[in-house]
């Protein structure tokens, strides 16, 4: 019944930031454990950034410095900025809320009944 949307994707330089936000509409699931995942073509879509109901986020290495994942909760608002890209961030990029959760952390594994946004291209070139 939940509904992610996910806008702020595009085109970018290499060094460049962008901003991609979820809304999020039905139920509250997101506005407990939300994460951001990508795929590029050819790739598993790997998880990226989650923020959990304390507010504690977490981050893969790659990202690490680079992005952070914030959330309104008034709003059901999420966010994800990325600064400095590389061009091994382009992927489509997709908000998602799992129905139930043990951990909330960015590890593909853990997020099995997921509900997934649409996704927003980022591409970032050199």
């Known amino acids: 019944q939940i509904q992610l949307v996910e806008s702020g994707g595009g085109s970018v330089q290499a060094g460049e930031s962008l901003r991609l936000s979820c809304a999020a509409s039905g139920t509250t699931y997101g506005t407990y454990c939300m994460g951001w995942f990508r795929q590029a073509p050819g790739k598993e879509r790997e998880g990226v950034a989650t923020?959990?109901?304390?507010?504690?986020?977490r981050y893969v290495d790659s990202v690490k410095g680079r992005f952070t994942i914030s959330r309104d909760h008034a709003k059901n608002l999420f966010y994800l900025e990325m600064n400095n890209l590389k061009p091994e961030d382009t992927a489509m990029y997709y908000c998602?809320?799992?129905?139930?959760?043990?951990?909330?952390?960015?590890?593909?594994?853990?997020?099995?009944?997921?509900?997934w946004g649409q996704g927003t291209q980022v591409t970032v070139s050199s």
């Open positions: 998602a809320t799992p129905t139930t959760y043990v951990h909330c952390r960015p590890v593909r594994g853990d997020w099995f009944k997921t509900y």
């Open positions: 923020i959990d109901p304390d507010g504690v986020t």
